[in-house]
């Protein structure tokens, strides 16, 4: 039989970018230590419905920790004091009986507020349309064994294609840089055949964008690495900075 306990949230509510906001208390009683974290916002949800008051606000697609689309701040660490999780698979488990957990959105410049715990992350899909992906004419799609790919090679360009673009990178980040997401997104593609022909190219409009979309500059605190829940390495931005000479 799973445990039982009863929670404090702290939820950051404010309807839109042009209304106040504040933090709202709210608790749950007797819940499974089984249950995720999102899915006690669905409980809560739940009960906030019943009572004719508007519901918590929050992303979400797959919850199987793939997609990137959930993402907010549970007690000031992005997806939660859990390494390389993403929220959707925080689980209550990781909590006291009595706990109280603070969520809040992110706060970066770029990624402009919705409501509640959600916000606009659509400079990411900018930044991959001025760069992030290889405009090679294929025609018939070629055999898999025609271009040999060495496995170390391609476990490399692997670990920064796991990233899920969910943001945790940027709120963490003191000065909201976006430069691990776009070190990986770069790097996937310049270790492979594929991404040779507008290498050099990719390299510049992606920083470029990068700073035309409000992003800041990374001073090397590593809290991206810390967060990432793919946990992709702050060494690609190194990579990256050099790759754009």
Not at 114 to 130: G, H, K, N, Y
Not at 217 to 238: G, M
Request: a neutral charge; aromatic letters at 8%.
């Amino acid at each position: 039989m799973s445990r039982k306990l009863s929670l404090k949230l702290r939820i950051w509510r404010q309807a839109s970018s042009n209304s106040s906001g504040a933090f709202h208390v709210y608790w749950l009683e007797q819940i499974s230590a089984d249950m995720s974290l999102l899915e006690a916002l669905d409980r809560l949800n739940e009960q906030l419905i019943a009572q004719a008051k508007r519901p918590v606000s929050f992303d979400h697609d797959c919850r199987e920790g793939i997609c990137g689309s959930c993402g907010f701040l549970v007690n000031g660490q992005a997806h939660g004091p859990q390494t390389g999780t993403t929220l959707c698979q925080l689980y209550l488990r990781q909590f006291a009986d009595g706990d109280t957990l603070t969520l809040e959105p992110w706060r970066a410049r770029a990624f402009p507020f919705i409501q509640d715990l959600v916000v606009d992350r659509a400079a990411f899909d900018r930044l991959i349309a001025a760069g992030g992906y290889c405009s090679v004419n294929t025609g018939q799609a070629p055999d898999g064994n025609d271009l040999l790919i060495g496995k170390d090679q391609a476990a490399s360009s692997f670990e920064t294609a796991t990233c899920i673009g969910c943001g945790a990178c940027v709120a963490s980040c003191r000065n909201a840089s976006a430069s691990l997401f776009v070190a990986a997104k770069l790097a996937h593609l310049a270790q492979l055949p594929q991404g040779q022909p507008e290498r050099n190219r990719r390299a510049k409009r992606l920083q470029e964008r990068m700073s035309e979309e409000g992003f800041g500059s990374c001073s090397s605190n590593l809290e991206c690495e810390a967060v990432c829940p793919k946990q992709i390495s702050a060494d690609w931005i190194s990579w990256m900075h050099r790759e754009a000479r």
